[in-house]
T-cell receptor, first 113, second 114 residues
Framework: QKEVEQDPGPLSVPEGAIVSLNCTYSNSAFQYFMWYRQYSRKGPELLMYTYSSGNKEDGRFTAQVDKSSKYISLFIRDSQPSDSATYLCAMSGWQGGSEKLVFGKGMKLTVNP | DAGVTQSPTHLIKTRGQQVTLRCSPKSGHDTVSWYQQALGQGPQFIFQYYEEEERQRGNFPDRFSGHQFPNYSSELNVNALLLGDSALYLC?????????????FGAGTRLSVL
């Protein structure tokens, strides 16, 4: 089992739709949970991060972490064509005396006007 | 406040050659990590530098080496290039704070090996 699993999609939705992106993980040492957005041929851009379980909201974006289920989500409300990108989840924690950061494979999202 | 900067943006090399990629971290950051991203895949961790030393290393051969300078900038060197080394190379910087490892990425260097 991989440490971080993310459905690679692709996912195509109409403009204005609510989008739900998810990742599961197996390593209980993970404490910080991040979402990155990556446009084609560009570097990943940090959207938001959360610590431990709970929700965090930033404008149209909401990140949720459920540590008991080892499941994280990113919700995008009122999706826009400019949201079309690949979304990567990432997780970090302290294990074996060093920090560890692991990425999902990324989910490609297309928002159609 | 400048973010993470990488140079060059694009590079074309032939098999067997050597390449050096450069990275300047975000202001205030002391840690630099390098990743290789193949098309359609997530970033794969190469190594991380902190206090001018390699602190962690992913599953990459010794042909991949690096360096961190006193001003926290970093270089990635790849020797004896293979066709399979063609990828987007990403540099990410962070501030070492225990388990908190929030990394900020540069735009990347796209390496093509012919």
């Amino acid at each position: 089992q991989k440490e971080v699993e993310q459905d690679p999609g692709p996912l195509s939705v109409p403009e204005g739709a609510i989008v739900s992106l998810n990742c599961t993980y197996s390593n209980s040492a993970f404490q910080y949970f991040m979402w990155y957005r990556q446009y084609s041929r560009k570097g990943p851009e940090l959207l938001m991060y959360t610590y431990s379980s709970g929700n965090k909201e930033d404008g149209r974006f909401t990140a949720q972490v459920d540590k008991s289920s080892k499941y994280i989500s990113l919700f995008i409300r009122d999706s826009q064509p400019s949201d079309s990108a690949t979304y990567l989840c990432a997780m970090s924690g302290w294990q074996g005396g060093s920090e560890k950061l692991v990425f999902g494979k990324g989910m490609k999202l297309t928002v159609n006007p | 406040d400048a973010g993470v900067t990488q140079s060059p943006t694009h590079l074309i090399k032939t098999r067997g050659q050597q390449v050096t990629l450069r990275c300047s971290p975000k202001s205030g950051h002391d840690t630099v990590s390098w990743y290789q991203q193949a098309l359609g895949q997530g970033p794969q961790f190469i190594f991380q530098y902190y206090e001018e030393e390699e602190r962690q290393r992913g599953n990459f051969p010794d042909r991949f080496s690096g360096h961190q300078f006193p001003n926290y900038s970093s270089e990635l060197n790849v020797n004896a290039l293979l066709l399979g080394d063609s990828a987007l190379y990403l540099c990410a910087s962070s501030l070492t704070e225990g388990a908190k490892n929030i990394q900020y990425f540069g735009a990347g260097t796209r390496l093509s090996v012919l």
